[in-house]
């Protein structure tokens, strides 16, 4: 296990550098003058050509990206062009309304799907078999924000028991903040209950086909039991598998849905960077993303162990 995760490690490490090349040589290609970004078109010549030295900017490209991933490295993401601001400051601003969305999303979507998916295994071919197929395969052609205006209608325009846009922090009261991530936790969760729900069923059907079930029904254990103490360990993998990389995609599909919604979180925090070219908070971000998505592939990994102690990582 300490072998695998010392490998991991320095493979991870390896893959943070290559995001972090690529991610440099996008901003280099982008276009835009960081200097005139940040002074304003009527800076005059003197002033732009001080800000450059200020950044650096008049280095070569090599050294500007070490100085640029050392600082990474020590914990320095910069400044943004626009509000002056360190970039992890701005992160810590806006993490809360993120982490809320994405949590709320998963518990959602585990505690719905896992049951719809398994009672669908112990019934094939019946009717909410049938509407499981039906509903993943609407869940997998709706598109996100076509979700979130029709949600938003429904329960905020017409049934006004939800509010339209904005979110609550914590600190104004747990009820509060629930209240205002239903319906952004609902759309994106169409998508992982369908997809959740689906790989459960295929994996307990899987299982529940195998001689060790049959002999566990002889022996006359109930469905219940059956179905939790022998099928679920066995499938876990798989789904836990899904449900992982539901959390690593989260990160992507929080910034069509906190824009719809105007969460001010990190999604909407990327947008917003972009459309401004505010390329310090651009590069953070992407950074952060793929280290959130690398640790989450890796606790994927180990969980496997831990579910099944028979997988040798």
């Known amino acids: 296990m300490l072998r695998y995760l010392i490998t991991r490690t320095a493979s991870s490490a390896i893959v943070i550098m290559v995001v972090a090349v690529i991610v440099f040589i996008l901003a280099l290609i982008s276009g835009g003058d960081p200097a005139t970004i940040y002074a304003g078109e009527d800076a005059s010549p003197e002033r732009l050509d001080a800000i450059r030295e200020r950044m650096g900017l008049n280095q ?34 806006r993490v809360e309304p993120t982490v809320v969305l994405s949590l709320g999303t998963i518990i959602f979507s585990v505690a719905v799907a896992i049951p719809i998916g398994t009672a669908a295994a112990l019934n094939p071919g019946k009717k909410l078999d049938k509407a499981l197929s039906a509903f ?32 609550s922090p914590l600190s104004e009261g747990l009820g509060s903040t629930i209240r205002s991530v239903i319906l952004p936790c609902a759309t994106l969760s169409l998508i ?24 566990a029904r002889a022996r006359g ?9 022998h099928a679920m360990r066995n499938a876990t993998n798989s789904i836990t598998t899904v449900i992982g990389l539901g959390i690593a995609s989260l990160l992507s599909g929080v910034t069509i849905t906190e824009t719809v ?22 590069q ?20 496997y162990r831990l579910v099944d102690p028979r997988i040798e990582v």
């Not at 109930?222 to 103490?229: D, E, L, N, P």
């Not at 919604?261 to 651009?282: E, K, Y």
């Not at 993303?289 to 969980?303: E, G, P, Q, R, Y």
């Open 60 to 93: 070569p490209t090599h050294v500007q990206f070490l100085v640029w991933f050392w600082h990474i490295l020590q914990g320095d993401f910069g400044t943004s062009l626009f509000t002056d601001l360190p970039v992890l400051t701005l992160v810590a601003q």
């Open 136 to 167: 993943t395969n609407l869940a997998f052609a709706l598109p996100g924000f076509i979700a979130a205006y029709i949600l938003i209608y429904i329960f905020a325009v017409q049934l006004r028991w939800l509010p339209v846009q904005g979110y």
């Open 192 to 215: 992982y209950v369908g997809l959740i729900a689906r790989t459960t069923r295929a994996s307990m059907l899987a299982v529940l086909q195998e001689d060790y079930i049959r002999s």
């Open 221 to 229: 254990a109930s469905t219940f039991r059956v179905v939790v103490s």
């Open 261 to 282: 919604f105007a969460i001010p979180g990190l999604g909407r925090l990327t947008v917003d960077a972009v459309l401004n070219r505010d390329f310090p908070i651009v």
């Open 284 to 303: 953070g971000l992407i950074l952060l993303f793929a280290a959130v998505k690398i640790t989450i592939n890796l606790m994927i990994d180990l969980s």
